[in-house]
């Protein structure tokens, strides 16, 4: 966010998803010094504008998955044109469980087997909660030979 030669930035502005209203501000058109403002319904405390010399940000802290979504950032300059960017911000949730199962959807604890030799193994990862949950199939279709087989 660099103004345009002999021009200022006078205001910050950060919105989300269409909103109409700002969810973060950073004001410097007061004398006194850049003011700082932001929705506490949506952001809480976790929010901050960074205004370094060579780096301006928002600073969103303990994110969550409703934090996910379309933000735009306005930049209003003194004299200048103001400037709007984009940025899409994606939350990866991780699961919360993962479940081995067998072929009748049974679930598997620390041993699977004893299978006979020369059979196929089907064997099931499902994962539950989290945002990118997918069943996760794992078939050995080649014969099995008489030793352990360990899967990370």
């Not at 966010?1 to 950060?14: K, N, R």
């Not at 989300?16 to 700002?22: E, F, Y």
């Not at 928002?58 to 979504?69: E, M, Y």
């Not at 196929?120 to 099995?144: H, M, P, Q, T, Y």
């Amino acid at each position: 966010m660099s103004a345009p030669s002999g021009d200022a930035v006078s205001l910050v502005l950060w919105f989300r998803d269409g909103l109409a209203t700002p969810i973060y501000s950073y004001d410097l058109r007061e004398l006194s010094g850049p003011l700082h403002w932001h929705d506490a319904a949506l952001l809480g405390a976790r929010a901050l504008f960074k205004a370094e010399p060579e780096s301006q940000y928002l600073q969103l802290t303990d994110l969550v998955a409703a934090d996910a979504g379309l933000y735009k950032c306005r930049v209003d300059f003194k004299r200048a044109a103001t400037i709007n960017n984009r940025v899409n911000l994606t939350i990866v949730v991780p699961p919360t469980a993962l479940v081995l199962q067998d072929e009748e959807g049974m679930p598997v604890h620390s041993v699977l087997g004893p299978v006979m030799e020369g059979t196929n193994l089907r064997v099931s990862c499902v994962a539950s909660g989290g945002e990118l949950s997918r069943l996760l199939l794992l078939e050995i279709s080649s014969k099995l030979s008489n030793r352990e087989m360990t899967l990370n």
